[in-house]
């Protein structure tokens, strides 16, 4: 969606959000021994109709993030905001009238889909839970309508989650997000169980349905390639922290941090004579883990660029005057420091 169309006012607001979890050990599990900071300070805003990507490796937070978003996890500390209301301590029966608002779409779209029911019934199942399939004719043109939004056929409608390919069901899982007409769709790695040429199908489609229904997504990848089509804005999370946050071009363009460098570095070009020739900026080592991480910058062990001081001290997350943010010692207050936990728009 281009720039400005995206209306000013953040849909969601997500500020210096946290999320850790008790590590206990014992007969009973009373006793703390550590803590799992999963998310540890990550600060972003999604404007209505833009798609915003979080991406990173496993372990990274970002699906941690999805599901504080979602309010399927209550936050340590921060701030969420959805509309405008701040929903960071919201009860389930205050969350309520928000969950219509916000709806998921899962990774797995076979585990994710009842195998008993048939495709209409999942797909209008929202519908009856929400109270509004007691009208049986608005009720079935509801279902046929959001079938034909996602590309499925009306001769569908009656099969099983078994009967249907991997794209198909991950359109079915799609339609039955789109159920309560939702503002916001956090979409958690909806394509990386499918096959490259049906991902292609799946991100076109919510291209389509973005500019149709004027649609925000909150996108969840761990391959940083599978974003660059849809994306207006990227944040790179690493360890718990966004360590890169831009818009789509700046951060693919002219990545900053050596670890956006090098996941982009190890996406594969098309053509065969570049390909061969190009640098390739590998990652050294496995990720630590997110239990005891490294001192300083948490990226250190596997960075290529690391200075002394990268192992001491943390870099903050900083922005340039393109409002391009990256946490490394590389940047900085030579840079002038915009210092802010928020891309401008
Ligand atoms: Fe690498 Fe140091 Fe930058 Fe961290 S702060 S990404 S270790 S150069």
Do not use: W
């Amino acid at each position: 969606m281009a720039m400005n169309e995206i209306e000013s006012d953040p849909l969601l607001q997500v500020e210096d959000l946290k999320v850790h979890f008790p590590v206990t050990e014992g007969v009973l599990g009373r006793k703390q021994v550590a803590t799992v900071k999963a998310v540890d300070g990550v600060s972003f805003s999604l404007r209505s109709g833009e798609t915003f990507s979080l991406v990173g490796e496993s372990g990274c937070g970002k699906s941690t993030t999805a599901l504080s978003v979602m309010r399927m996890l209550t936050p340590t500390a921060g701030r969420i905001a959805f509309a405008g209301e701040d929903i960071t301590r919201h009860t389930p029966a205050m969350m309520r009238p928000i969950r219509r608002q916000i709806q998921m779409v899962y990774q797995d779209p076979f585990s994710s889909l009842n195998p008993r029911m048939k495709i209409a019934d999942i797909i209008g199942e929202p519908l009856v839970v929400h109270g509004m399939a007691s009208d049986k004719t608005f009720y079935r043109k509801q279902v046929a309508e959001l079938m034909d939004l996602v590309g499925l056929l009306p001769n569908m409608a009656d099969r099983y989650p078994h009967e249907f390919s991997g794209g198909q069901r991950q359109r079915v899982g799609i339609a039955r997000a789109l159920a309560l007409r939702p503002r916001l769709i956090v979409c958690d790695e909806p394509v990386s169980a499918l096959d490259v040429s049906i991902q292609a199908q799946i991100i076109n489609l919510f291209m389509d349905l973005q500019q149709e229904l004027g649609l925000t997504y909150l996108f969840i990848a761990h391959d940083i390639s599978v974003v660059r089509h849809m994306s207006d804005r990227v944040a790179v999370m690493y360890l718990g922290k966004i360590v890169e946050m831009a818009d789509r071009d700046a951060l693919f363009d002219s990545p900053r941090h050596p670890y956006t460098q090098a996941l982009l570095s190890a996406v594969p070009v098309a053509d065969p004579a570049i390909e061969s020739h190009r640098p390739q900026q590998l990652i050294v080592g496995e990720v630590p883990s997110v239990r005891n991480p490294p001192s300083g910058c948490r990226f250190h062990p596997r960075c290529v660029q690391a200075m002394e001081q990268c192992s001491q001290t943390a870099p903050e997350l900083e922005a340039n005057q393109q409002g391009h943010l990256t946490s490394c010692h590389l940047y900085g207050s030579a840079e002038g420091r915009l210092a802010s936990a928020e891309v401008p728009g």
